[in-house]
């Protein structure tokens, strides 16, 4: 299957106007803000901010005592900075291990100590792609699911951002039926984004929508169909069956559709972003991950177990919202900007 990659490259920021939305609660999508000038990393820095503070001035702090030996108090302090982002217990086993030994009742050298969790971050995100898998021939169908709240209509405009961005044609389904304020925001989003939107009467059967909108893309000779779907915990069988009915509706359609299902992950949800992973892998056969909200997060380190437990790539990792705050998933990009100034004076 051929892929699509983002991120690379950086298009030219062209200023663009702001649409006055009205005010209808919270189906008002935030304003698409013009992308501020200082590219790919300072968003993510900026993003990353507040994981990177508890890494970062925790880990420095334990520094502050000058001379200090790295004996199994600094090694357990050191344990518990490295699990308050989450990252969870393997990784931050793994770097207490490297450090104890390397630096076995040395002085504690910071340097290491920090190489140390680059290594152990990059070695366990290193399986994981941004590639979005894209349709041989024809219309390309992502399916956007996830829990109430985390993030699914306002991620979907991003990626249609993308998309559009490369000059791709986007249609979109406005699949959460359950609310009519749903419909609004992604219907507000479309017109904004320069996409079109298929929708279909408050209530009605999700299945159906998506079924209109790939209709729509195939006959339309559409580029990307990316449908969204009403919130949902992983635990409600009835409406985990709701989203394998979209799928075989969809693969009707188009065989090897969805190409991706993607699981939209609240950055900051913790322990239960682990819990939506597992469920929604299992009865909705999600192949991706966008983890969201980020830059709201501390504990973006939970990046760490998501991708390590479920075998479910994080594509995307969202920073903002505006439809601008989008980034394809990069390990190294990612671990750079968290330990940025990891080394930098205690202040
Ligand atoms: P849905 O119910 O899953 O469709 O969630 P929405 O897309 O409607 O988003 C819920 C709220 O989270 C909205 O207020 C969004 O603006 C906000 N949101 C979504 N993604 C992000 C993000 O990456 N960062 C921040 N700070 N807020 C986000
Ligand atoms: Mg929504």
């Not at 920090?114 to 390309?140: N, W």
């Not at 219907?187 to 298929?198: H, I, K, N």
Request: net charge neutral; charged share 25%.
């Amino acid at each position: 299957m051929a892929l699509f990659r983002f991120g690379r490259k950086q298009t030219p920021d062209t200023p663009e106007p702001t649409v006055a939305a009205p005010a209808t609660g919270d189906a008002t999508p935030a304003p698409v803000a013009a992308p501020s000038g200082g590219g790919l990393l300072d968003r993510l820095r900026a993003g990353l901010a507040k994981t990177a503070r508890v890494l970062n001035t925790d880990v420095r702090d334990l520094f502050k005592r000058e001379g200090r030996l790295v004996d199994e108090e600094f090694l357990e302090e050191l344990r518990a900075t490295l699990i308050r982002t989450d990252m969870g217990p393997a990784a931050a086993e793994g770097i207490v291990v490297d450090v104890r030994e390397r630096l076995r009742a040395r002085v504690v050298d910071p340097e290491i100590v920090i190489d140390s969790i680059r290594r152990q971050l990059l070695g366990r995100l290193e399986q994981t792609g941004a590639a979005v898998a894209a349709a041989p021939t024809g219309p390309t169908v992502i399916l956007v699911t996830g829990v109430n709240g985390s993030g699914k209509t306002t991620s979907i405009a991003k990626l249609a951002r993308l998309f559009t961005r490369e000059g791709k044609r986007v249609v979109l389904g406005a699949g959460d039926t359950f609310r009519a304020a749903a419909v609004e925001q992604l219907s507000m989003w479309a017109a904004r984004l320069g996409a079109e939107l298929v929708r279909g009467e408050p209530g009605c059967d999700p299945a159906s929508v998506a079924h209109r909108a790939v209709a729509r893309a195939l006959e339309g000779s559409f580029d990307v169909c990316i449908i969204d779907t009403a919130g949902r915990l992983q635990t409600q069988s009835n409406l985990m069956q709701e989203l394998s009915k979209i799928r075989r509706v969809i693969s009707k359609q188009i065989p090897d559709a969805p190409h991706e299902v993607l699981l939209v992950i609240d950055a900051t949800a913790g322990q239960n972003a682990l819990s939506q992973a597992k469920g929604f892998k299992e009865a909705a056969g999600c192949t991706g991950i966008v983890l969201a909200k980020l830059d709201g997060s501390a504990r973006g380190g939970v990046i760490v177990p998501v991708t390590e437990q479920f075998g479910l790539p994080v594509k995307f990792v969202g920073l903002g919202e505006t439809a601008d705050d989008l980034e394809a998933f990069a390990p190294e990009r990612f671990v750079a900007a968290l330990l940025e100034g990891a080394l930098a004076p205690a202040g």
